[in-house]
């Protein structure tokens, strides 16, 4: 900071310059992250250092109060404000944007006034344990009250079904396609294919290792375990999809996929490129990687597997894979919707008045 920010204006040094860098931080995730999250940030120190403090926030229980009474009124402000916007879980609008706000200050160069943000997905609020390396036997909990009863994870029946989603088996036609709209909730079976950063990069120079016309392509590093000469998956959840918006809308022009799977959405490019070929983007359970690994009935084979294990394009057959459609071949998108909605509510908190009374406090 100083910075200017959309739908805020200026952010200056000051802690309402703060609060509108973590409000915009929030908006910006939108789904990306697996929302609802958690934040850690760091006022001051240097880039480095000031993510290193914003990560070790993350390491508070939800419950904790900031010892600092300026920021246990920031980090409470923050969670309230955050969760007005509606964002909402998965981005897909709604009152849970975020789980907890935590903040640190550390001393700043003169020259710099940097706001540090670390977004942790909701999935990682996770217990740790220490084990014994020959029995593998639990030596000691971390990160708990020794009093407090360990839950335990049930491993569920799976996707509780309404009876109006829609079954699909890959490889799927563009007729099939443009008969969605988002909303839809499928449930995939058949074959799909894994591929993530490298696999598209190496898609925009070289011809498919495998026939993609009515392909399904997951953007997924799956967690893998070869064992007795075969491959079987052990976890299979969701990345992030912008990363792929550079090259996704060429991809699905030149090979023919015709629905693409991840998480947080994708960009114009690619929705063009959905509605002139009759395709979607089908938007996978943030943070749900074990209950996908279930879905997984074999793996058929690995391509690029140079790329290294996460990297490498992985052949799948699946049964029952749930996604929402939130990218349809008609031109429409509630990551679009969503980001647009909640741009106007951050513009007007922006506008109003904070009630922290924080501004102009010495020393941050």
């Known amino acids: 900071m100083p910075c200017n920010l959309d739908h805020l204006g200026r952010a200056d040094r000051n802690l309402e310059g703060v609060r509108k860098c973590i409000l915009h931080a929030v908006w910006q995730a939108q789904g990306q992250g697996c929302a609802p999250g958690a934040l850690g940030v760091c006022i001051g120190s240097d880039r480095a250092h000031g993510y290193e403090l914003a990560k070790r926030q993350l390491f508070r229980t939800l419950d904790d109060v900031n010892p600092d009474p300026t920021l246990a009124a920031l980090e409470a402000g923050i969670l309230e404000e955050a969760n007005k916007l509606g964002v909402g879980a998965m981005g897909f609008g709604g009152k849970a944007s975020l789980i907890g706000c935590k903040i640190a200050a550390a001393n700043r160069l003169p020259a710099s006034f940097f706001v540090s943000v670390a977004y942790e997905c909701w999935a990682f609020r996770r217990l740790g344990v220490k084990l014994d390396a020959a029995s593998g036997a639990i030596v000691d909990w971390l990160y708990r009250d020794p009093s407090r009863a360990v839950e335990r ?52 120079k070289n011809p498919p290792p495998v ?6 392509l997951y953007h997924c590093g799956p967690v893998m375990l070869h064992d007795g000469g075969r491959w079987s998956v052990q976890a299979a959840g969701p990345t992030t999809s912008i990363r792929e918006e550079p090259y996704q809308a ?16 994708m960009g114009p490019k690619t929705l063009a490129a959905l509605r002139e070929c009759g395709a979607v983007y089908l938007n996978g359970i943030g943070g749900a990687a074990q209950y996908y690994a279930r879905t997984v009935e074999e793996v058929l084979g690995v391509h690029l597997i140079e790329f290294g294990i996460p990297e490498a394009m992985w052949h799948l057959r699946v049964k029952d894979f749930a996604a929402i459609v939130t990218m349809d071949a ?18 007007r908190w922006g506008r109003r008045e904070s009630t922290l009374r924080i501004s102009e406090e010495p020393g941050y």
């Open 211 to 216: 026939d993609l016309n009515g392909a399904v």
């Open 153 to 204: 994870m049930a491993r569920g029946e799976g996707f509780p079904l309404t009876g109006r989603e829609v079954s699909l088996t890959a490889p799927v036609t563009e007729a099939q396609m443009r008969a969605l709209k988002v909303g839809d909730v499928v449930l995939i079976s058949g074959e799909m294919f894994t591929g993530r950063d490298n696999v598209h990069a190496w898609l925009m």
């Open 250 to 265: 060429d991809v699905i022009r030149r090979y023919g996929v015709r629905a693409v799977i991840g998480k947080g959405g």
């Open 330 to 347: 008609h031109g429409n998108s509630l990551h679009a919707d969503v980001e647009k909605a909640t741009g106007e509510a951050l513009r």
